[in-house]
């Protein structure tokens, strides 16, 4: 069982600012998931939500991978027996092959922030990726560009663009992820890279003013009503829970959803703003008719569109923690 190969396709998982807060560990046909809290992000995900999100994604990639390669993936979420919080992954031979085809996606899916072509997603293939969710605390809403409350919420889309970008906390911390430069890349492996941001390496001094200068509450607001209604498809993902393992469960929809899309041809970027501002969002959940307890946390469209740059990861051996730590 190679352990390392396993670890490798949780890391190609997706994360908010491509922060990767996970580290991992295997010993003895087990793998945990740790949470890398020095990689949290305190300005736009306060309470971590985003963070157990995305351990979710890395969760969803490494049971795919394990059951393509013929093996169970025992999931036991933040079990009271470690000595550090994780999730724990017990591993067994099945012999049975199953998931090939995410397993496929899994190295070709991608964040596309580029504009889409707006031609409409098959039904069938809407139905696809609403059947994908697997988990029950996880719902999801579906909208196509006909549905009349796609207004309601693309305004509110717009709403929380123009509150994070008037934030001056919320810019800084996004400053700090974008990687301007090609040694800034190498140097992180991590974060926001200027070519997957849609512009060229320049200097950090230079790409921080460009940044400052042009990205205003008001020009980020209209750019983002451009993609979403260059889209064909915007799904909400809700949390029916507000936990920890509710948090982890809705990033492996997420996950399993943006892989099934892949398969399909689908492209997807996440619009999370509405969802990020919390007044925002309790205007959404309102609007949606939710339950106390139930949250919109993931605002993402879908659509055609040419692939665009890859965004980085760390090397596995950064994120495996020695043999022998559990
Ligand atoms: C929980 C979560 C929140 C995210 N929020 C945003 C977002 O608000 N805006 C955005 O453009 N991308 C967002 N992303 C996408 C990440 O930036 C992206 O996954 C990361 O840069 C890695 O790129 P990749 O998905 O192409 O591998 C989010 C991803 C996750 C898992």
Redesign the pocket.
């Known amino acids: 069982m190679n352990l390392e190969e396993l670890i490798h396709y949780a890391n190609?998982?997706?994360?908010?600012?491509?922060t990767q807060p996970w580290k991992f560990s295997a010993n003895d046909n087990v793998i945990r998931i740790y949470p890398d809290f020095s990689r949290r992000l305190p300005v736009?995900d306060p309470d971590d939500h985003?963070l157990y999100?995305?351990l979710g994604?890395a969760l969803e990639n490494l049971t795919i991978a394990a059951n393509a390669k013929g093996l169970d993936a025992a999931v036991c979420y933040f079990p009271q027996d470690e000595e550090s919080e994780c999730i724990r992954v017990s591993l067994s031979v099945s012999g049975d092959r199953r998931c090939e085809d995410l397993f496929i996606a899994i190295p070709n899916?991608?964040?596309?922030?580029r504009q889409y072509d707006q031609k409409a997603v098959p039904e069938a293939h809407i139905r696809t990726l609403i059947a994908a969710n697997h988990c029950e605390s996880v719902q999801i809403s579906a909208f196509t560009m006909a549905d009349q409350e796609l207004e309601t919420i693309i305004d509110l889309v717009k709403e929380a663009a123009r509150i994070q970008f008037r934030d001056r906390e919320f810019v800084a911390e996004l400053l700090s992820w974008i990687r301007f430069t090609r040694k800034e890349l190498n140097d992180s492996q991590d974060g926001?890279t200027a070519e997957?941001m849609g512009f060229p390496f320049v200097p950090r001094w230079l790409g921080s003013f460009i940044l400052k200068t042009f990205a205003k509450p008001e020009s980020e607001a209209s750019k983002t009503e451009k993609l979403l209604r260059s889209s064909s498809l915007l799904m909400l993902f809700i949390s029916k829970g507000n936990e920890r393992r509710h948090w982890v469960d809705l990033?492996r929809t997420?996950q399993t959803v943006a892989l099934n899309a892949t398969s399909l041809g689908l492209a997807h970027?996440?619009?999370?703003?509405p969802c990020?501002v919390e007044s925002v969002r309790r205007k959404l959940s309102a609007f949606l008719g939710l339950k106390h307890d139930e949250q919109p946390l993931?605002t993402i469209r879908f659509g055609y569109a040419e692939a665009c740059p890859?965004?980085p990861?760390r090397p596995v051996d950064e994120v495996i923690l020695p043999t022998g730590t559990k």
């Open positions: 190609l998982a997706p994360s908010g600012h491509n736009v985003a999100i995305s994604c899916r991608q964040s596309n922030r926001l997957v990033g997420f970027a996440h619009l999370n703003m990020e993931l890859r965004s990861r």
